[in-house]
């Protein structure tokens, strides 16, 4: 079968597509026949050996799937032939991949495969950063950077779907369009951001920062809370890690929380079936509905990692096979 082989660590110039054997599903393992598979940033990570898991290559990208069951285990509630979404943590990126099954899911009426594929890693992720780590409350204001990305997207939808207001930071006019699509209340420029933020909030500040970018802006996100704001700490995608000058958590009694989703779910693998529970009514509901970029065939892996690394990708990414 064709599968996105990671063979030497060159960055994603040097993904190749070959010829691999189809997996053998294990006792307990729903085999998928994979239809989209999404793409994410660590997986331009680990085309340069930079994330935090290091398989050795050669390896298989794609942590989410959508596609059709081939074949599962009896007791797992799926059947040849049902509509699934699933997050297999690498192999994804292939024909086929066999996938435990409690980390399987029914890929509801109306969604296409390619939303589907769009939807466990972004999604799942933010329910927990704002969910549980952030508290998000009703009524919150959010502060979204990175807003026309995967995580961006997810955020806004899942803010909103949660009753709370959101502000959106993107760095073009045409991703700004994009976060007011997914349901920004505003969106705005990185350049100033604080000072709008203040303007819109009347200078109270906003309750939540969700930061996959990290980089120069961290600091200014941080005055940009309001008492008892929580600065939600994602991920690095602008490049640098920022330093947290603690006397500024004083000043407004605000938090800087890690959001480390894989951290938290490998050792309690039980909380992923949970998390899709709770996201799968708005997912039907068409509350989360993933914005996508342009759709590649697999044969584009290459060139989609690439524009994901260099954050020229406006939407999730996403290939077909």
């Not at 594929?117 to 952030?134: H, I, K, S």
Request: charged content about 20%; glycine content about 12%.
């Amino acid at each position: 079968m064709r599968a996105v082989q990671v063979t030497t660590l060159d960055g994603p110039s040097a993904v190749e597509i070959n010829d691999i054997a189809e997996p053998t599903p294990g006792k307990g393992d729903v085999l998928v026949e994979v239809r989209a598979a999404g793409l994410c940033y660590p997986d331009s990570l680990l085309t340069r050996g930079l994330y935090q898991m290091k398989p050795e290559p050669p390896f298989v990208l794609g942590s989410e799937v959508a596609g059709v069951v081939v074949s599962a285990p009896e007791g797992s509630g799926f059947s040849e032939g049902d509509r699934v979404v699933a997050f297999p943590g690498f192999g994804g990126l292939a024909e086929r991949v066999a996938v435990p099954a409690p980390f399987v899911f029914a890929l509801p009426d109306g969604v296409s495969f390619e939303e589907g594929a769009a939807l466990p890693m972004n999604y799942l992720t933010v329910q927990f950063a704002l969910d549980r780590r952030g508290r998000l409350a009703e009524g919150e204001t959010v502060l979204v950077h990175g807003a026309a990305g995967g995580i961006g997207i997810a955020a806004i939808q899942h803010a909103k779907a949660r009753g709370a207001k959101v502000v959106a930071v993107a760095s073009s006019e045409a991703k700004r369009e994009i976060a007011t699509a997914a349901g920004a209340d505003h969106a705005i420029a990185p350049e100033g951001f604080k000072d709008a933020v203040m303007e819109i909030t009347q200078g109270r500040g906003v309750d939540i920062v969700v930061d996959p970018v990290g980089g120069d802006r961290f600091t200014d996100s941080l005055r940009s809370l309001g008492v008892e704001g929580r600065m939600l700490v994602l991920g690095f995608t602008g490049g640098s890690i920022p330093e947290v000058k603690v006397n500024r958590l004083l000043l407004n009694n605000i938090d800087v929380v890690g959001v480390g989703w894989g951290a938290f779910w490998m050792p309690r693998p039980e909380t992923v079936p949970e998390q899709w529970k709770a996201i799968e009514p708005l997912v039907a509901s068409g509350a989360l509905k993933p914005v996508l970029g342009p759709v590649r065939p697999l044969e584009k892996a290459g060139e989609a990692i690439a524009e994901m690394e260099e954050r020229r990708a406006e939407g999730k990414l996403v290939l077909t096979l």
